[in-house]
């Protein structure tokens, strides 16, 4: 491990020696956004080498920092997202401006993270997973990637969460015209 390694990212840094993405600020960070950053990480290697699931998630796993990772969380993920790329695809196909193969990989592997959620954690609000991948695309994606997860997820939302996002709608209506 090189000595540059340990020290903090800069802003502007994204990839150290290793080629894991770095977050570009650092703040106390729950166990479950930890296991969203590191399964990130993770996904980022599928993405660009192509590596077996076991052999990322072993490298994953020897990062100093594992053991604050809700690694039940980080599991699911990780494997989930891998094993369901091509149907996660499938749902961000219909609301991406692009092939999701023509997407950078770090945005690429926050909208899959995001749309695992919004499929199988039905125990995490929409509109909260939906802000947890905003958060990671700000961490660790380009200048305005957040907004463009933000708009993708928004609208896949309304394919996994029908009825979530036909109630928040349909009380957000209602707030509105009390308003006026």
Known sequence: MSTNENAPASPKSKTPSNGKPVAKRSQAKSARRRSREAALQGLYQWLIT???????????????????????????????????????????????????????????????????????????????????????????????????????????ASDLRPTEVAARNSAKASDDSKAK
């Open 50 to 156: 192509g590596d077996d699931v076991a052999t990322i998630d072993g490298h994953m796993r020897e990062q100093d920092d594992f053991s604050k990772v809700d690694q039940a969380h980080f599991d699911a993920l990780l494997n989930g997202c891998i094993l369901e790329a091509a149907d996660l695809d499938a749902v961000l196909s219909r609301h991406v401006d692009r092939k999701t193969t023509d997407l950078s990989p770090i945005e690429h592997g926050v909208l899959m993270i995001g749309a695992y959620e919004l499929k199988h954690c039905i125990d995490i609000p929409y509109r909260v997973a939906i802000n947890e991948a905003v958060e990671l695309a700000k961490a660790f994606g380009g200048t305005d990637g957040h907004k463009y997860v933000n708009g993708v997820l928004d609208r896949a």
